[in-house]
């Protein structure tokens, strides 16, 4: 399973860069906010500044909710860096627009996606990944691991090419969760990534080591 990181912050960008773990990047609306990144040209100048930290996909999300305009941005997006994905809502014209990025070669992230019926209908169009969002379904009691799940039964049986990219990701049991059910991608906050390493067995055994190494040669 590949792991991306669900932040536009550069320090947490480079700091999971740097563990030598990370496959690519998920970015939306409003994580760029959260950084208060203002303006087209500010967006993109962050777009490449985060391509010239990890080298891998880095998805880029459309404001746009018409097709026309979701067009016009996903093709600038796409023209700023190779490893730009270009991220669309999982609407009508979201999908439409996904097909059309897929005819024209442009690896595309169909998101916000709460059901195996909108996972089908972004496979079909020809989506690169497809984002179900597990966090926010467990936030209303669904089972978003469960979609997870079933998205990639239905994707394998099918013989669909999408990956998987499980996203709103909260914590480290989700990662294992979704490594179970099969997920290609996890895109993890920074926490829940460093989460992983945690094990108070690992503590206490570094300490031990590093104590009886004192001890014979103090
Ligand atoms: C990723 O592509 C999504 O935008 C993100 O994981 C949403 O996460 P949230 O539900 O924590 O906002």
Known sequence: MKFFIDTANLAQIREANEMGVLDGVTTNPSLMAKENIRGEE???????????IVDGPVSAEV?????????REGEELAALH???VVKLP????????????????????CT????????????KAG????????????????DGVGLVAHIVQMY?????????????????????????????????PLAAIKGLLKH?????GLAQFLADHAKVNA
């Open 42 to 52: 500010a967006c993109r100048r962050h777009y490449l500044e985060i391509c010239s």
């Open 63 to 71: 404001i746009a909710t018409d097709f026309e305009g979701m067009v």
């Open 82 to 84: 190779p490893n730009i």
């Open 90 to 109: 999982c609407t009508a014209d979201g999908i439409r627009a996904v097909k059309y990025f897929s005819k024209k070669g442009i690896r595309t992230n």
């Open 112 to 123: 916000l996606v709460f059901s195996v019926g909108q996972a089908l209908l972004a496979a």
């Open 127 to 142: 989506a690169t990944y497809v984002s179900p969002f597990v966090g926010r379904l467990d936030d209303i009691s669904e």
């Open 156 to 188: 394998r049986y099918y013989e669909f090419p999408t990956f998987v990219l499980a996203a709103s990701i909260r914590h480290t049991q989700h990662i294992i969760q979704c490594l179970d059910a099969g997920a290609d991608v996890a895109t993890c």
């Open 200 to 204: 108070p067995l690992t503590d206490s």
